[in-house]
């Protein structure tokens, strides 16, 4: 998986409950993009990051926000979770402008009660 | 409203067979069309990728047909094995491959 990491991999809370998903890197790729991934969508872009501190939504941002600190660290907060937010949550990564190919991470299975 | 249309759902294959699963999209501004390999527990894997400047690329038994004119693109896997039992994805994009936009997926089971 690309020296990604995700953590957790697997996670069951309630609605209402603030939750933070964490990408970790040792790549010292530029770009970190957070996707869901539902049947009948296929995979969906939250939001991604272009450096340290600069972050921009994707597709489906709604109820999702971003931090990125550190160059390898890319978090995902659920502010306070809702039942439409169980999925399947993928961490990718690409290393420059010029270069298309993002490399995902394991993933993590989100329920949310 | 889905970028990326892709067919089928589904894909029952015997070994040696070919696979054939298809994507169209409507935006014309796309010019990055990747596939995706996804095996269960796993994230997505690129597999092949390709440029609307040429009609076609091949890489190994993976080979990526694309029909700009029609807005369309295709996966074929030659000689289908059981290890090829996956779902697969495709994608389109513009602006240097920030926003990937993803197909619905296509499960494949290759019977031995």
């Known amino acids: 998986d690309a020296g990604i990491t995700q953590s957790p991999r697997h996670k069951v809370t309630e609605t209402g409950t603030p939750v933070t998903l964490r990408c970790h890197q040792t790549?010292?790729?530029?770009?970190m993009y957070w996707y869901r991934q539902d049947p009948g969508h296929g995979l969906r872009l939250i939001h991604y990051?272009?450096?340290?501190?600069?972050?921009d939504k994707g597709e489906v941002s709604d109820g999702y926000s971003v931090s990125r600190s550190k160059t390898e660290d890319f978090l995902l907060t659920l502010e306070s979770a809702t039942s439409s937010q169980t999925s399947v949550y993928f961490c990718?990564?690409?290393?420059?402008?010029?270069?298309?190919?993002?490399?995902f991470g394991p993933g993590t299975r989100l329920t949310v009660l | 409203q889905q970028q990326v249309k892709q067919s089928p759902q589904s894909l029952i294959v015997q070994k040696g067979g070919i696979s054939i699963i298809n994507c169209a999209y409507e935006?014309?501004?796309?010019?990055?069309f990747p596939w995706y390999q996804q095996f269960p527990g796993k994230g997505p894997a690129l597999l092949i990728a390709?440029?609307?400047?040429?009609s076609e690329k091949k890489e190994g038994r993976f080979t990526i047909s694309f029909n700009k004119s029609a807005k369309q693109f295709s996966l074929h896997i030659m000689d289908s094995q059981p290890g090829d039992s996956a779902t697969y994805f495709c994608?389109?994009?513009?602006?240097?491959?920030?926003?990937?936009?993803f197909g619905t997926g296509t499960r494949l089971t290759v019977i031995p």
């Open positions: 790549e010292n790729h530029r770009y």
């Open positions: 990718a990564i690409r290393g420059t402008a010029t270069t298309d190919t993002q490399y």
């Open positions: 935006n014309t501004a796309f010019d990055y």
């Open positions: 390709i440029r609307p400047d040429v």
């Open positions: 990051s272009y450096g340290v501190k600069d972050t």
């Open positions: 994608a389109a994009s513009i602006d240097g491959a920030n926003n990937l936009f």
